[in-house]
C-alpha cells in the first residue's frame, strides 16, 4: 500500500511537471508551447486560424523534463537549469523565442511545418526554386558563401497564411529543409557553434515569430522590424538606359582598342548612350588598382573617348591581392590587411588565383576600408573613372575560420557587410552582390552570374525566381544578370537572347554583354536586332515608373518587382505563380522561359487588366489559356486608369 502511494506521488509529480506550458497573448495573437510525446509543440493562432506551428526543442536530452523559471515569467528550463527558454511580446503581433546555454557543446533546434503552405524569402540559391518550400537546403550555414550562390542569406521566411519567421543575426544559425525524412515538409532552425562560425562563449537560438492577416502585411511588418527600406535609389541613367559590360563578350581579352571599338559598336547599332563598364583583366595585377599599361597604355584617352559618345565608364573590381601582385602584397602584410584565420593564415583562392595564392582585405578593419577607398578614388580622378562594379564580398573567399574585428556574434558575416557598405560610398551609380542586413544601401544588387541556358538550373527561369527571391527579402534594388547570361558554357542562341531581354524589360535596368548585332544571321527567321530594339525602347518608356516604384521602395518598403499575390494576397493561384512578377503594383509580365515555346497561359489576379500587345481589357482573377506569344511578343498586361498606362500609351 505504502509502494502504491508512492508510485502514485511520483506520477503526479511527473504529470505537474509535464503539464506545464506557455501561453503567451498579443494584439489578437496567440502563442502556445505545450508537451509532445517527444519535444515540446509550438503553435501561433490568429482566433481560430493556425498561422504557424512547430515541435521545438530537438535536441534536447529529455524535453519532458523541464521545469518553470524562478525568476521570470513565461520561462523554462531544461536538463537541471542549463538550458533556458524564454518567450518575450517584445514586438507587436509577434513573440520572440529566445534559447540559450553556455553549453557550446549543445545544438539548439526547432522545426516548423511548412504545411500546404507557400513561403518566400530565403538564401539565394543557384537553383533557385520559389516558392520556398520548394527549395532543399542541407545543413545549411546562414554566411554569405560562394558555394551555390549564396551571396544573399537573409534568416527570414514569410508564409502566405500571414506569419512570419525571423532568425535574430547572432545566431550562428544553420538551416535544414526537405533535406532528410525528419525535415521533409519541414524548415529547421539550429543555433550550433561550429564552423564557418568562430567560438563564442555560449549558444543562443533566437527568432522571432509573427503574423498578420495576409503575406502582405506581414512582409511590411517584417520590413517595419527587421528587414528596413533603401535610403535611396540608384541613378536614374542606369534605370532609363542599359550598361554594357564587355565581361561575357570578351572574358579577359580586354583592351584599349577591343573597349573603343565595343563602344563604336553599340552606337553605330543606335544605342548612343548608357553606362560602358570595363570588366575583368584590367589591372596590373589583381589587387593592384591600377591598369596594366601593356593593355590600356592610353587609357586617359580611351575614357575620354567613351564619355565623348555620352557613355559614362565604369571598372570592375573585387577585395582581393594576388600573391604575384608584389608591391601590393607586401603592403597588405606589413600593416596586417589580409584577412587571417585562428591559425594566422592569411592566404586563400578565388576565381582569378592559380591555387591558394592570393589574400582577402579584411574590411572589417577600418584601415583596410580606408585604403582600398584612397586607391580607387585615386584611380577616379587619374582617369576620369566614374563609378565600379564591386564583385565578390561572400565571407567564405576569406582564410576559414576567418579572425576578424567586431561583435563575435556577428561574424563572419558582418566582412561582407562592411565591405558593402564600403563600396556603396561611391554614390548611385555602384552595383554590389551581396546582401546581409543591408537592404538600406540605396545601390544596385546584382544578381549572381547566369549561365546562359533556359531552365531553373541557374538559367533563364531563375531570373524570375532570383528577382523575386531579392525583393522578398528586402533587396529591391536589383539588378538583373546580363541578358543572354555569362555564355561560361557557350553563347546564348537567338531565342534565347530575345527571351532573356523580354524577360529583363519590366526589371529595373538592362544590362548587355552579348548584343543584338551579334544575331547578325540571314538564317534566323526573326529580326534579332529589331526585336531588341523595341523592347530596349519599352524600358526606356517605362522608366519613369520604375523610378515612382524605387521611390515607393524607400518611403513604403514595397517591392519593386513582387510575386503577383502582391496586389491579392489569398489569392491561392497567384501565391504559387513562378513565371510571372508585377513592377509595382500596375504591371503584369509574364514572359516566355521555355525554349521552342510560342504560348503560355498567363494568370491575371483581380483587377482589370489591358494586354500590353491588343489592349483587350481582362478581369481578374483568370487565366488566359494559350496566350500567343511568338519570339516578338511579350505578354504584359497594365493595370486599368493607372499612370504606367498613362507613360505606356506615350511616345517615346
Not at 352 to 363: I, M, P, Q, T, V
Request: glycine share 6%; hydrophobic share 35%; with cysteine.
Amino acid at each position: 500500500m505504502k509502494l502504491l502511494a508512492i508510485f502514485l506521488l511520483f506520477c503526479v509529480a511527473i504529470l505537474e511537471c509535464c503539464s506545464q506550458s506557455i501561453t503567451v497573448q498579443n494584439n489578437g495573437l496567440s502563442l502556445s508551447i505545450t508537451p509532445g510525446p517527444t519535444n515540446l509543440n509550438l503553435s501561433l493562432q490568429q482566433g481560430n486560424s493556425k498561422k504557424l506551428s512547430g515541435v521545438i526543442g530537438r535536441n534536447l536530452q529529455n524535453s519532458s523534463n523541464y521545469q518553470p523559471c524562478q525568476d521570470v515569467p513565461n520561462c523554462l528550463e531544461f536538463e537541471n537549469g542549463t538550458i533556458r527558454l524564454h518567450v518575450m511580446t517584445d514586438i507587436d503581433h509577434g513573440f520572440t523565442i529566445y534559447w540559450i546555454t553556455e553549453d557550446v557543446s549543445k545544438v539548439l533546434e526547432d522545426c516548423f511545418e511548412l504545411s500546404d503552405l507557400n513561403w518566400y524569402g530565403g538564401p539565394e540559391r543557384f537553383e533557385q526554386a520559389w516558392p520556398l518550400q520548394k527549395l532543399n537546403l542541407t545543413n545549411f550555414a546562414n554566411v554569405l558563401q560562394e558555394d551555390q550562390w549564396g551571396a544573399i542569406v537573409e534568416p527570414y521566411w514569410l508564409n502566405s497564411a500571414g506569419a512570419y519567421i525571423f532568425v535574430n543575426e547572432k545566431v550562428p544559425l544553420f538551416v535544414n529543409q526537405n533535406s532528410l525524412s525528419s525535415t521533409r515538409n519541414k524548415v529547421c532552425f539550429s543555433a550550433n557553434v561550429a564552423d564557418p562560425y568562430p567560438p563564442r562563449n555560449k549558444v543562443v537560438l533566437h527568432y522571432t515569430v509573427a503574423s498578420q492577416p495576409d503575406a502582405r502585411k506581414a512582409h511590411l511588418h517584417a520590413v517595419k522590424h527587421f528587414l528596413g527600406k533603401p535610403t535611396g535609389h540608384p541613378n536614374y541613367k542606369i534605370l532609363e538606359r542599359p550598361i554594357w559590360s564587355t565581361w561575357a563578350r570578351y572574358k579577359r581579352d580586354v583592351n584599349d582598342s577591343a573597349v573603343l571599338a565595343f563602344a563604336k559598336d553599340i552606337v553605330d547599332n543606335g544605342y548612343p548612350d548608357g553606362q560602358f563598364e570595363i570588366d575583368d583583366h584590367w589591372e596590373e595585377c589583381y589587387g593592384a588598382l591600377t591598369f596594366n599599361l601593356s593593355r590600356f597604355g592610353d587609357i586617359n584617352n580611351t575614357v575620354a573617348k567613351i564619355k565623348s559618345m555620352n557613355f559614362r565608364v565604369t571598372l570592375w573590381t573585387h577585395p582581393f591581392v594576388n600573391t604575384d601582385c608584389v608591391k601590393y602584397r607586401e603592403i597588405g602584410r606589413r600593416y596586417g590587411y589580409f584577412a587571417k584565420n585562428s591559425e594566422g593564415n592569411d592566404l586563400t583562392k578565388w576565381w582569378n588565383s592559380k591555387g591558394n595564392d592570393a589574400h582577402y582585405l579584411d574590411f572589417s578593419k577600418a584601415e583596410v576600408r580606408l585604403w582600398f577607398t584612397e586607391r580607387l578614388r585615386s584611380i577616379q580622378e587619374k582617369h576620369g573613372i566614374d563609378s565600379f562594379k564591386f564583385d565578390a564580398g561572400e565571407t567564405s573567399w576569406a582564410p576559414q575560420v576567418p579572425v576578424l574585428n567586431g561583435d563575435v556574434d556577428g561574424l563572419p558575416n558582418t566582412l561582407g557587410a562592411d565591405y558593402a557598405r564600403t563600396c556603396a560610398a561611391f554614390g548611385d551609380l555602384v552595383e554590389v552582390r551581396t546582401g546581409w542586413r543591408t537592404q538600406d544601401l540605396p545601390v544596385f544588387v546584382r544578381m549572381i552570374d547566369k549561365d546562359s541556358t533556359w531552365g531553373l538550373l541557374n538559367g533563364l527561369y531563375t531570373l524570375i525566381t532570383t528577382l523575386l527571391q531579392m525583393n522578398l527579402n528586402g533587396y529591391t534594388l536589383v539588378l538583373p544578370n546580363m541578358v543572354g547570361g555569362n555564355g561560361y558554357y557557350g553563347t546564348p542562341s537567338a531565342e534565347l537572347f530575345v527571351r532573356w531581354l523580354q524577360a529583363n524589360t519590366f526589371m529595373p535596368s538592362i544590362q548587355f554583354s552579348y548584343v543584338p548585332w551579334d544575331y547578325d544571321n540571314e538564317k534566323l527567321n526573326f529580326d534579332v536586332k529589331a526585336i531588341s530594339k523595341k523592347f530596349v525602347n519599352l524600358h526606356q518608356k517605362i522608366a519613369p515608373y520604375i523610378e515612382k516604384t524605387m521611390r515607393d521602395s524607400v518611403e513604403k518598403g514595397h517591392p519593386v518587382n513582387s510575386p503577383i499575390w502582391w496586389v491579392s494576397p489569398n489569392d491561392i493561384q497567384a501565391q504559387g505563380e513562378d513565371t510571372e512578377f508585377l513592377l509595382g503594383e500596375d504591371i503584369l509580365v509574364a514572359p516566355v522561359v521555355q525554349e521552342g515555346a510560342t504560348n503560355r497561359t498567363v494568370y491575371l489576379p483581380k483587377g482589370r487588366w489591358v494586354d500590353g500587345n491588343s489592349g483587350v481589357i481582362h478581369n481578374g482573377p483568370r487565366s488566359l489559356v494559350n496566350y500567343s506569344a511568338p519570339i516578338e511578343v511579350l505578354p504584359y498586361f497594365i493595370r486599368e486608369g493607372s499612370e504606367a498606362l498613362r507613360l505606356l500609351q506615350r511616345p517615346l
